[in-house]
T-cell receptor
Framework: DVKVTQSSRYLVKRTGEKVFLECVQD?????MFWYRQDPGLGLRLIYF???????EKGDIPEGYSVSREKKERFSLILESASTNQTSMYLC????????????FGPGTRLTVT | GENVEQHPSTLSVQEGDSAVIKCTYS??????FPWYKQELGKRPQLIID?????GEKKDQRIAVTLNKTAKHFSLHITETQPEDSAVYFC?????????FGTGTSLTVIP
């Protein structure tokens, strides 16, 4: 059974703090993704990685960076958190190529005050 | 890039009735179309998917249809039950990336 885990379910940070969100998958998936989920806006892609140390910007990369040093781990970094980054963050992973299911983590509800 | 539109944004049906959610996409290179269900407070989970070489797929009470020419695909849920209440997302994928619709909040009224 595929397992995608995220380091925190709930996180509260202050404006200007550096925030790390971590995601780990145990299925040897090549591709990993970070999405942001806001009401009425669906799932918006922040960054994705198709291999170790490889990354591509998604639709809303501003204010975020990512790191993938190991195949199973994909980190999302908010360099200087702002209140408009308060959101639900979902990590996902899948095998390389088309027609493969994307598996989601449980999500991290981040609040920036 | 790909653009996926999903309608309606909210849908209420009586228990036992059918529900239909529609999506359109723009990139003819998209060849994989999954549907995800997200219950309140939980992660999205795949409920059905269809590939571009197939026009229709059914799994018990759930079916998906794909019209490649018109670039639209639909989710059909028959004999709805209260446990079908959730947010449903469609997606289109031309390769590794998925492009999601904005979601449909389905409420099944007992």
């Amino acid at each position: 059974d595929v397992k995608v885990t995220q380091s925190s379910r709930y996180l509260v940070k202050r404006t200007g703090e550096k925030v790390f969100l971590e995601c780990v998958q145990d299925m040897d998936h090549e591709n990993m993704f970070w999405y942001r989920q806001d009401p009425g806006l669906g799932l918006r892609l922040i960054y994705f990685s198709y291999d170790v140390k490889m990354k591509e910007k998604g639709d809303i990369p501003e204010g975020y960076s990512v790191s993938r040093e190991k195949k199973e781990r994909f980190s999302l970094i908010l360099e200087s958190a702002s209140t408009n980054q308060t959101s639900m963050y979902l990590c996902a992973s899948k095998y390389q190529g088309g027609s493969y299911e994307q598996y989601f983590g449980p999500g991290t509800r981040l609040t920036v005050t | 890039g790909e653009n996926v539109e999903q309608h309606p944004s909210t849908l209420s049906v009586q228990e036992g009735d059918s529900a239909v959610i529609k999506c359109t996409y723009s990139d003819s290179a998209s060849n994989y179309f999954p549907w995800y269900k997200q219950e309140l407070g939980k992660r999205p989970q795949l409920i059905i998917d269809i590939r571009s070489n197939v026009g229709e797929k059914k799994d018990q009470r759930i079916a998906v249809t794909l019209n490649k020419t018109a670039k639209h695909f639909s989710l059909h849920i028959t004999e709805t039950q209260p446990e079908d209440s959730a947010v449903y997302f469609c997606a289109a994928s031309p390769g590794n990336q998925f492009y999601f619709g904005t979601g449909t909040s389905l409420t099944v009224i007992p």
